[in-house]
Each structure stands twice: as structure tokens, then as C-alpha cells.
């Protein structure tokens, strides 16, 4: 069993950054493929970018290709979102997830089934 906690969530400016963060519980967190998804009221639950157990294989949305990066310290049991020129489009409730199964399609991490465990959220918010 494995518990999420994202943090790091605001308000900021179009134009500007903010970083999440998602600390897991439990001593295999370096076994699981991390996403983030974002989630707008009316809309489904989309896929960010997700990130394989090494580190070494990230993934992320066209929407957000190039703007954000994700990244993981398997010694802290944390993964990351950095997100940098934020638009007001971008605003959302920001969850990250936690993939037991091993996969090599990138394709796979960006379905919500993919993944056995999720966080709470934290609420992004871009005003104009």
C-alpha cells in the first residue's frame, strides 16, 4: 500500500512557476512509474507526464510539453512537477498517481487505469 501527498499548490500570475511536489509512504517507491493528472470541473481527469522508476524516461501532454518538467528523488520518495510559464488554461486540481506495473509504452502511463494509487490533489490556480 502506497500513500500520496501532494503539496505546492497556489495562486500565481499567468506567466509564472510553481513546483509540486508528491511524497509517497511505504520503502518501494522507487518500484513505480509516477504521473501527474489534472483535473477540471466539467472536464475529465487529463494526463500531465508521468516518469519511469530510474528516472530516466519521462513523458509528458502536448499541452504542457516544453513548460513543465517532472522529476524524482527515489531517496526522498518524492516526485516532482516543476511548471513554468503558466497560462490561466492551466488551472486545475493537480494529482499524482503511483503505477505498479511495469510497462514500455508510454501510451499505457497516460491512462488513469494505469495506476494503482492516487493523492488528494492540490488546487493551481492562474489568474490573467
Known amino acids: 500500500q502506497v500513500a500520496l501527498v501532494e503539496s505546492g499548490g497556489g495562486l500565481v500570475q499567468a506567466g509564472g512557476s510553481l513546483r509540486l511536489s508528491c511524497t509517497a509512504s511505504?520503502?518501494?517507491?522507487?518500484?513505480?512509474?509516477m504521473g501527474w493528472f489534472r483535473h477540471t470541473p466539467g472536464k475529465e481527469r487529463e494526463f500531465v507526464a508521468h516518469?519511469?522508476?530510474?528516472?530516466?524516461?519521462?513523458y509528458y501532454a502536448d499541452s504542457v510539453k516544453g513548460r513543465y518538467t517532472i522529476s524524482r528523488d527515489n531517496g526522498k520518495n518524492t516526485v516532482y512537477l516543476q511548471m513554468n510559464n503558466l497560462r490561466p488554461e492551466d488551472t486545475a486540481v493537480y494529482y499524482c498517481?503511483?503505477?505498479?506495473?511495469?510497462?514500455?509504452?508510454?501510451?499505457?502511463?497516460?491512462?488513469?487505469?494505469?495506476?494503482?494509487?492516487w493523492g488528494q490533489g492540490t488546487q493551481v490556480t492562474v489568474s490573467s
Open positions: 498517481a503511483a503505477a505498479e506495473r511495469t510497462s514500455y509504452s508510454d501510451n499505457y502511463y497516460t491512462r488513469e487505469y494505469a495506476y494503482n494509487y
Open positions: 511505504g520503502r518501494t517507491f522507487s518500484r513505480y512509474t
Open positions: 516518469i519511469i522508476w530510474s528516472g530516466g524516461s519521462e
